[in-house]
């Protein structure tokens, strides 16, 4: 069974910076594109960052270049968001997902359930 | 930026009738749409990719059609588990991916 478990999210000041994680189980980790969707309160979906299979590729929305680097573990199948400068525009819950194929050009099939980062001083 | 738009954004509907979602992109995407499902406070659910294929374990009422800029997901008899929102996204011209603003279905 794929399985998605987000953490690392929090209250933190404007300016500020927060890592999440994504561990992830149930797959064979390298062989599949992973994505960050935000989603903030009462908002739709936004996309914010993907990474290929063997991590050579990241793309990311403007919104969030420049702050937020994403990056992946395989030896502890693991996914992360690093994100610098933080803004109240950024307050969201962060969900990371997982592609359905090798490369990020691909619907997502399979989503955790997320969590809550919030900007505010 | 490819800009998506779902309409109507509110789909009243009573249970056991069809509904049909529409998404339009600003460009062609060609097939490259898929179709997500979101109840409160879950995460979203994949229903459609590639326009028009079921992703595992989604019912065959589940049905996406469309090419290019149009796209149509029809539900062809909603069932009381059937009643959430709906987003469409496309994986064309990225990045970014973009969604549409979503389609709420609701119990008429």
């Known amino acids: 069974e794929v399985q998605l478990v987000e953490s690392g999210g929090g209250l933190v000041q404007p300016g500020g910076s927060l890592r999440l994680s994504c561990a992830a189980s149930?797959?064979?980790?390298?062989?599949?594109?992973m994505t960050w969707v935000r989603q903030a309160p009462g908002k739709g979906l936004e996309w914010v960052s993907a990474?290929?299979?063997?991590?050579?590729?990241?793309y990311y929305a403007d919104s969030v270049k420049g702050r937020f680097t994403i990056s992946r573990d395989s030896s502890k199948n693991t996914l992360y968001l690093q994100m610098n400068s933080l803004r109240a525009e950024d307050t969201a819950v962060y969900h990371c997902?997982?592609?359905?194929?090798?490369?990020?050009?691909?619907?997502?099939?399979?989503w955790g359930q997320g969590t809550l980062v919030t900007v505010s001083s | 930026e490819i800009v998506m738009t779902q309409s109507p954004a509110t789909l009243s509907v009573s249970p056991g009738e069809r509904a049909t979602l529409s998404c339009r992109a600003s460009?062609?995407?060609?097939?490259?749409l898929a179709w997500y499902q979101q109840k409160p406070g879950q995460a979203p659910r994949l229903l459609i990719y590639?326009?028009?294929t079921r992703a595992t374990g989604i019912p065959a009422r589940f049905s996406g059609s469309g090419s290019g800029t149009e796209f149509t997901l029809t539900i062809s008899s909603l069932q009381s588990e059937d009643f959430a929102l709906y987003y469409c996204q496309q994986y064309n011209n990225w990045p970014p991916w973009t969604f549409g603003q979503g389609t709420k279905v609701e119990i008429k």
């Open positions: 990474i290929s299979g063997s991590g050579g590729s990241t």
């Open positions: 460009q062609s995407i060609r097939s490259n």
């Open positions: 590639g326009a028009s």
């Open positions: 997902a997982k592609n359905i194929v090798v490369v990020p050009a691909a619907a997502v099939d399979y």
């Open positions: 149930g797959f064979t980790f390298s062989s599949y594109a």
